[in-house]
């Protein structure tokens, strides 16, 4: 049974008018031609797929003939656009309806097929927005990632106004690559869908057919950067050669410390323990400012606050601008983690101390408040006393006890040697010796089966 027309390859000459919408119905035609079932498929002419596929190789090879040049280009005259059969110079047929055409074979193809000849050439305000954004969604993802991070690396220098080549340095030739393949892709699409460069707003001067693309110079990477970010959207990484080094992994979910000499697993519950009631699982504070934050950080709510924060029940919490001076701050109390560690530990270690107030012992909660500003103070007095900064302070007893005693005789032995004493000589060998001794202490527990966090 002889299939219907509309299931076999159309076999109309290719122009620079119609091989837009040529390749858009073969492509058409192959897809409905693969979600057809068995049934539907022998409706098909045979060898249709094959076809089909031909089919848009030819347009594709048509359409890449014409951007380079190999084929003249379409006449966008209020008259040209004929779609009929080819003729010599590449398949562009002649204007049927000009003088020098001396065609008469086909007059019902110069009678009214010119007025939609017409009409097809005057493009809406919609028709060039629609074209415009299908030259925008040419530029492939990868180029953009490529530009984008090469843009990353150069953007200091860039924004400098620096005046030379950028072609000439090695090191900027990632950009100037990238750049060359997305102006390559909008131009090669631009010319395609005969888009106006005015109607893209687009920075860079075109390259004619069959010239050599020049050197991009700064100016030009900065324009298509910003052209970038607003026809694209793309996202600029930030990326500076001043920024932070990155933060060391977080501790495991629910992680583990040695308690009384047994290695505990603290969950979820234990951790809202730890946060909520000062006498329990004191070693939390000894074990690194990773895993404060974790404690301070109650998951039912997702509310990350300090200590004051948590019992201020805090109205205006929420709203506090994080530090100027670009600090780790708490995600929601905003305050800086370095703070809010040093009252942690102080909250833990002064538990056992009957003469230090608690909270929920009576005493109201905003008496025992501490703003980051007075906590700094008390840091700066615990080192001045002890040599310990924070992250000193959140180590074990036996360790702070170590650290102290060094610098203490590193102190003493500064200050001898100041009075110009004879025995200052003597206070570097003092400190060699408790390092020794401490290193002894250490290998004689674990040889026993211990740990010298449980001193």
């Not at 919408?21 to 094959?50: P, S, V």
Request: proline share 6%.
């Amino acid at each position: 049974m002889a299939a219907s027309p509309r299931y076999s390859v159309c076999p109309t000459a290719l122009t620079a008018q119609n091989v837009v919408t040529e390749l858009d119905h073969a492509q058409k035609q192959k897809k409905a031609f693969n979600k057809a079932n068995q049934k539907e498929r022998a409706k098909y002419t045979n060898g249709f797929l094959e076809g089909v596929q031909g089919r848009i190789k030819e347009c594709e090879d048509f359409q890449r003939a014409l951007i380079l040049g190999l084929v003249p280009p379409p006449n966008n005259d209020a008259d040209s656009g004929n779609n009929g059969a080819g003729a010599a110079g590449g398949g562009v047929l002649p204007d049927p309806d000009s003088e020098s055409s001396g065609s008469g074979s086909e007059p019902e193809d110069a009678s009214g097929p010119p007025t939609k000849r017409v009409a097809k050439t005057q493009t809406t305000g919609r028709h060039k927005r629609i074209r415009t954004d299908d030259v925008y969604a040419s530029v492939g993802a990868r180029a953009l990632n490529q530009f984008n991070a090469a843009w990353s690396v150069v953007s200091d220098d860039v924004l400098r106004g620096n005046t030379i080549d950028v072609a000439s340095a090695e090191a900027l030739k990632p950009i100037c690559d990238a750049a060359e393949c997305i102006a390559d892709q909008v131009e090669m699409k631009a010319a395609e869908l005969q888009v106006d460069f005015k109607h893209l707003d687009w920075p860079i001067a075109p390259t004619a057919v069959g010239q050599e693309r020049r050197e991009f110079t700064f100016g030009e990477i900065i324009a298509l950067q910003g052209w970038l970010v607003e026809k694209l959207c793309l996202q600029p990484l930030v990326v500076t050669k001043f920024a932070p080094p990155p933060s060391p992994p977080p501790p495991p979910r629910d992680p583990r410390i040695r308690i009384d000499g047994k290695v505990v697993t603290l969950d979820c519950d234990k951790l809202g323990d730890a946060r909520k009631e000062a006498k329990e699982y004191r070693e939390t504070s000894e074990n690194g400012i990773a895993l404060v934050k974790q404690v301070l950080t109650n998951r039912g709510c997702n509310n990350q606050k300090c200590i004051s924060c948590e019992t201020s029940r805090g109205k205006a919490v929420n709203r506090r601008a994080a530090p100027s001076d670009g600090s780790e701050y708490l995600a929601t109390c905003k305050c800086p983690v370095s703070t809010a560690a040093l009252e942690f530990w102080m909250y833990k270690q002064t538990a056992s101390d009957p003469d230090v107030p608690q909270r929920g012992s009576g005493t109201k909660a905003s008496r025992l408040s501490f703003h980051p500003e007075s906590l700094k103070m008390v840091g700066s007095a615990i080192k001045l006393a002890s040599g310990l900064d924070v992250h000193g302070l959140l180590q074990s007893r036996v360790r702070r006890k170590a650290a102290t005693a060094l610098w203490a005789i590193e102190g003493l032995a500064e200050m001898a040697a100041q009075s110009e004493s004879q025995y200052a000589a003597s206070f570097p060998f003092l400190a060699q010796k408790l390092i020794e001794t401490m290193k002894a202490w250490e290998s004689e527990v674990k040889a026993a089966g211990g740990h010298l966090d449980d001193a």
